[in-house]
């Protein structure tokens, strides 16, 4: 049975930190939602969040996070 962990926070709150490091503890891999925001979309999520809003920053990170 696989088990996932997911961390849910404010920016800068230490999520990739904490994924990181628990992914090295528990020898198990993590995903930045970030990262694969950006790799899908090609823009940071902080310069689309600023030309397009939150809410539609929201729509489009759900559909990365329903992979997952």
Not at 3 to 17: R, W
Not at 32 to 54: H, L, Q
Request: proline content about 3%.
């Amino acid at each position: 049975i696989s088990k996932k962990i997911i961390l849910v926070g404010l920016p800068c709150s230490g999520k990739t930190y904490f994924s990181k490091y628990y992914s090295d503890y528990f020898n198990c891999n993590y995903v930045d939602t970030d990262e694969k925001f950006e790799e899908e979309y090609n823009i940071d999520p902080i310069k689309f969040i600023n030309m397009y809003g939150f809410d539609k920053f929201r729509e489009k990170i759900q559909r990365i996070q329903h992979y997952f």
